[in-house]
Structure formats: C-alpha cells, structure tokens
C-alpha cells in the first residue's frame, strides 16, 4: 500500500498466499523446542485422532501475523496481535505443503491506531479465529 496515513473502516490489506511445508514444520520445531510428534509423525498424528500431522499453532499465527507486517512495513507497528486456534493446517508428506490463504481488513481507525480482522484459511477453512491485530499507523 502507498500511503497507510489516510487508510480507513474497510480498507483491506493486500492478501497474501503461503505454502507450509513438512521441513517448515522441522525448523519450527527445532527453533521453538517443540517437538511434539503430531508436527512429524502420520502415525503419532492420526493414533491421536487427528486427520495427518499439523503445523504449530503458534507457526500458523505468526505467518498470519505476517500478513499485517507486510502492510504495515514496520514489526514494530504492531501493538497487539491476538487469534483463537480454531483448526488445525494439515500439512501433507510432499513437496507442495499445505497452502495457507490469509486476508485482512481495517474494522476501525482511532487515534492513529487501525484495527485489523485477520481471516486464515487452508483447504478451504478457517483456522484462526478471532484473529485481530491493532496497528499504529505512519503520522
């Protein structure tokens, strides 16, 4: 966006597509100590009831998260940033991943502060609820 200064209620953030592979997953797991076998294993995921091996839902909401920084321009913008885990991104054993679909729109502007509803889909489903992040706009 070319000018954040003058952005308004219903403004929407440019959407933003990404891919979430296996060895994604691998170098989460390594960075955040998080090694539980749901994020590696088919067989660990699927023995507990779960459709395949998932990806983290911490490394689901900082991708979403992405999608405001990238707007924005500045980390440092963001003042709060929030999601309900509602679905799991079920990440398949092969080189295409599982694609994560994320959109944004401004839902208030205050005092230079926008509001922002982040919506987070993969195959067609929403994983994030509640997914807000308050921004602090350029002056």
Known sequence: MSSLGDVGKGAELPPLELRVTRADLVRYAGASGDLNPIHWSDRVATGVGLPGVIAHGMLTMALAGRLVTQWVGDPSAVRSYGVRFTR???????????????SGKVT????????VAITARSAGKTVLGRAVAEVALPA
């Open 88 to 102: 799991p991104v079920v990440v398949p054993d092969d080189d295409e991943g599982a694609l994560l679909e994320l």
């Open 108 to 115: 208030d502007v205050t005092d230079g502060i926008a509001t």
